[in-house]
């Protein structure tokens, strides 16, 4: 596997793949890759020839007081997992190569990206959209593939591609979980001990709304109202929001029916954590 930092020389090699007739896909990641990641990999290299994973903490997605000098970085340990994937190439640039300093251009996207997490974080999701449409032009993937614990990301990326008329599939694999049920995050790592334990609340509450739609029930605040009473017996859990939408649209919605969303951001201590299920009625 080779472990690349320039854009140019990116370009270089996936040309030459392209002219061997090779089909190419992408992981974009941030780094600090865990089993979630891997999974994503693994599945790129079935249904690709080759794969890129981009490993790059993208300044752009960060606001003003979130965690980008701390975010966790090794990359030693990410081309490790990389390469154990079947990934044949790991893009790690600085953030001096993605962006020129006088950049002035940049991808917004209305709607999608008013609810959930772009309520709370409001330039988050310009800053995805910006970075991803990059890597989409420097790598020319025929498919890039993304996990569903963003669900919000997966439906903008989506929404972004159709809109955009990029020439790719866009992949949504399956949220990876801890044994006890927690989602897989590299923000897991700013964890104590005692938070870890506090954390399984997220999946414990997703749990029982999932349930409560399974068994019939149609009334979205009644299914809200539970899972909100659940978090709250965890006193280490501060509630962002508990929110269900229509997948597609990312707009709440009152009845139970096409497909769902149901998604939460809870702070653990100082860390926020996300978790979802979708269900299609």
């Known amino acids: ?56 903490v993208n300044p752009t997605q960060f606001g003003p007081n979130e965690d980008l000098a701390s975010y966790p970085r090794d990359l030693d ?94 992949v949504g694999c399956p949220i990876i979980r801890e044994e006890d049920g927690l989602a897989k995050s590299s923000r897991n790592t700013y964890l104590s001990e005692e938070e870890r334990k506090a954390a399984v609340i997220l999946n414990q509450s997703l749990k029982i709304g999932k349930e409560m739609i399974e068994k019939g029930e149609k009334d979205a605040a009644k299914v809200k109202e539970a899972i909100v009473k659940n978090l709250t017996t965890e006193p280490l859990a501060k509630i962002d929001y508990v929110e269900i939408v229509d997948f597609n649209t990312i707009e709440p919605i009152t009845t139970i029916k096409g497909s769902v969303l149901t998604a939460i951001a809870v702070y653990i201590g100082k860390t926020r954590l996300i978790d979802n299920f979708i269900v299609n009625i």
């Open 77 to 170: 340990r990410d081309a490790k997992l990389c390469e154990e994937a079947g990934a044949a190439l790991l893009f790690n640039p600085e953030p001096e190569e993605m962006y020129y300093e006088d950049r002035t251009t940049s991808v917004n996207m209305e709607g999608l990206t008013k609810e959930l997490c772009g309520k709370s974080r409001p330039i988050h999701f310009s800053g995805v959209c910006t970075v991803v449409s990059k890597l989409f032009h420097i790598v020319t993937p025929d498919r890039a593939y993304f996990g569903q614990k963003d669900a919000q990301q997966l439906a903008v990326i989506k929404r972004m591609v159709r809109d955009l008329n990029f020439d790719i599939e866009i």
């Open 1 to 56: 596997m080779q472990i690349v930092k320039t854009i140019g020389e990116v370009r270089s090699v996936v040309k030459q793949w392209k002219k061997e007739g090779l089909s190419v896909g992408l992981v974009p990641t941030m780094g600090f890759l865990h089993e979630g990641h891997k999974s994503l990999i693994e599945r790129a290299v079935k249904e690709n020839d080759r794969v890129v994973v981009s490993d790059f």
